[in-house]
């Protein structure tokens, strides 16, 4: 009994709370995020996260990073390429120096100063990726900027796991052998993985389309994601890799596009959102370990995201006000930068105090920016998808079909 009240618990706070905070213009996911602060240990007491949710809430992270990548079509990413590249360069490299700066002026020693920087340079695509989607984004816009910070995080946990591997290893595989199997991961996932999802797809008959073809998609998801951990990669990378190489397969198969988003977005992305919200002690934002550290991190990681994220838009060609909404929400900082800096701490290269500083940045970031996203973006220029109109019960709009120039 006490599992199915938890469950209903969860549920019931993903429908409930979002309703109620969408009357003071909070988004979905912040919404989500601060049910599971309220609810959790540091707040009322009432759920707690046990073994059961921390499962379920990494099977979220991985579903939300799979249709994160289902949303990024990868004809649209190749095309622009060269474009996701420099954003995501410019809105990597600019944080990452910043972060160093900031940790050597401190008095950090050259492991945590470098450990700081990649904090700085992560995203949160887990957070940014269910914004775009609620704010009905531009498929462009969304497209482009998923990628971006898509290869932020990506790169950011590469130069984690080579940070760890280098201090305490992870993995069997030798640090000198480990860029090499990453090529070779990327490489099968790419080229691969579509050759065996068109086979098990063919496989399953069209009169089983919905069991089958679902099945057959899920085995997929899941063999990414067991490679990934197993050579040391965090398992939301390898869901990420197959929504993005799976996206223009199953974007013809809508039926199973449509019921892998209503598993995800109704059961398995919230309860990955309320762990987040459970799992965060709010006690930092009231007693800090140093206050002027944190004012520090949370000035430097806002500015340097938003100003490179900025850049990085302009010379994707996009006008001065979309560029201003690509930038802010470059900056919010959850799932990567928690568990980096939880990280840290584990193998002794954060103090509890930097690790106060990064919690408060990331509960800071996921309220702010999605307040700050939702005035820019807050006209929608597509119409909303059967999906979103199912989750929400919300009237569609008549001027959906508004121009992206107006918002320019």
């Known amino acids: ?11 019931a706070a993903a429908l409930v709370f979002p309703r109620i905070l969408r009357r003071f213009h909070i988004p979905w996911v912040t919404a989500v995020i601060l049910a599971g602060i309220l609810l959790g240990p540091y707040g009322l007491g009432f759920v707690h996260s046990d073994e059961v949710m921390s499962f379920l809430s990494t099977i979220g992270l991985v579903f939300l990073m799979f249709t994160a ?159 990934a951990e197993l050579i040391g990669v965090h398992a939301m990378v390898g869901g990420f890799l197959a929504g993005l190489t799976l996206s223009d397969m199953l974007g013809a198969r809508g039926k199973i596009k449509d019921h892998v988003f209503a598993i995800s977005y109704g059961f ?20 800090p370990g140093d206050a002027v550290f944190m004012l520090v991190i949370i000035g430097s990681s806002v500015i340097s995201k938003s100003l490179s994220g900025y850049l990085g838009a302009r010379l994707m060609g996009f006008g001065s006000r979309v560029s201003f909404g690509m930038g802010i929400m470059t900056s919010a ?51 909303p998808s059967k999906f979103t109109v199912m989750w929400e019960g919300d009237a569609v709009s008549e001027d959906s079909n508004e121009e992206e120039d107006s918002r320019n």
Do not use: H
Not at 1 to 11: C, K, S, T
Not at 78 to 105: E, Q
Not at 271 to 287: D, E, H, P, R
């Open 1 to 11: 009994m006490e599992y199915f009240l938890l469950f209903l618990v969860w549920i």
């Open 69 to 227: 990548g289902l949303d990024t079509k990868f004809s649209v990413l190749k095309s622009a390429g060269r474009k996701v590249a420099y954003f995501a360069l410019l809105n990597i490299c600019i944080p990452l120096s910043v972060g160093l700066s900031v940790g050597f002026l401190w008095g950090l020693d050259t492991f945590a100063s470098i450990l700081l920087g990649i904090c700085f340079s992560s995203s949160s695509v887990g957070v940014i990726a269910p914004m775009l989607r609620e704010f009905k984004v531009e498929s462009k816009v969304s497209s482009m900027l998923t990628s971006a910070v898509f290869v932020e995080d990506v790169i950011s946990l590469i130069l984690l796991a080579i940070l760890l591997n280098a201090l305490v290893p992870i993995s069997g595989i030798p640090l000198a052998l480990f860029p090499f199997v990453l090529i070779v991961f990327f490489g099968v996932v790419l080229f691969l993985i579509p050759i065996l999802q068109e086979w098990l797809l063919y496989w399953e008959r069209k009169e089983n389309e919905f069991e089958g073809q679902m099945r057959a998609v899920m085995v997929t998801l899941a063999l990414v994601a067991l490679i």
């Open 268 to 287: 398995l992305i919230p309860i990955f959102l309320l762990n987040l919200g459970m799992t965060t002690n709010v006690s930092t934002l009231f007693a």
């Open 333 to 383: 900082q959850m799932s990567t930068t928690l568990a980096t800096a939880s990280l840290g701490l584990q193998y002794g290269i954060f103090s509890e105090e930097i690790l106060a500083a990064l919690v408060v940045l990331s509960i800071v970031s996921i309220i702010c920016v999605p307040l700050l996203a939702r005035w820019v973006f807050g006209v929608e220029v597509e119409k």
